[in-house]
């Protein structure tokens, strides 16, 4: 016999009780807006910038940018997969059986945390100040290890694993707290070993080999 959703799994339930599909387009269009003034911003970092831009030296850049927007979407979807086949292997490694496409509609659900960092950075860098360079708004990542370290004080090799180790990452592993409990019915204790053996293990595992492999 199913377990009763507790009054917390309820809330959630009724909470993202709407169109994943639409919810999907959002995502996806307010992911490409930041991006696109964010990348704005980038280029008009750049000293000489307009006569730059003029003589076409900023044509490779244009196409990078063009197959990076083409290629979002589907790199969300990707994630979506990958995020939510660790959680239904952790919890099945764990004991539990839980329905893998409620975990992919959470997994896009969730999402949505990782749209706040992209647009702190934004926000920050919208009136730059005179001399700040394409490489300070590229690596600034908000409430990261990198950012309180500052990137000139840390060897190349760990910047993506400092950046990522950041207080979005907690948020976005409380969400998936609720979510799991949501889903699975299972008391938060539970949900809390499954949230770290599915996801922050895995990682820490990926940040690790990436610093290993690092090459300049």
Sequence with gaps: MAKTLTPEGQRLKELIDFDKRIYFLVLVFLFLLIRYLTNTLILEAIPDYDNLEARGDFMIFHIF???????????LLWK???????????AFLIGYKVPYKELWQFAL???????????????????????????????????????????????????YALATLNVFEIIYGIVWLYG??????R???ECTIVVFVSYYIPLAIWLTWYMMVYRA
């Design 65 to 75: 940018n063009a197959l990076n927007y083409l290629w979002t979407p589907f790199a």
């Design 80 to 90: 979506f997969t990958v995020i939510s086949f660790l959680f239904w292997l952790g």
């Design 109 to 159: 659900i969730a999402e949505v945390v990782f749209i706040f960092p992209e647009l702190v950075r934004l926000l920050v860098y919208i009136s730059p100040q005179t001399g700040v360079t394409y490489t300070e708004i590229d690596e600034f990542r908000a409430l990261s290890m990198l950012s309180l370290l500052g990137p000139s004080n840390v060897a190349p090799q760990f910047h």
């Design 180 to 185: 799991f409990h949501m889903i699975s019915r």
């Design 187 to 189: 008391p938060f204790g």
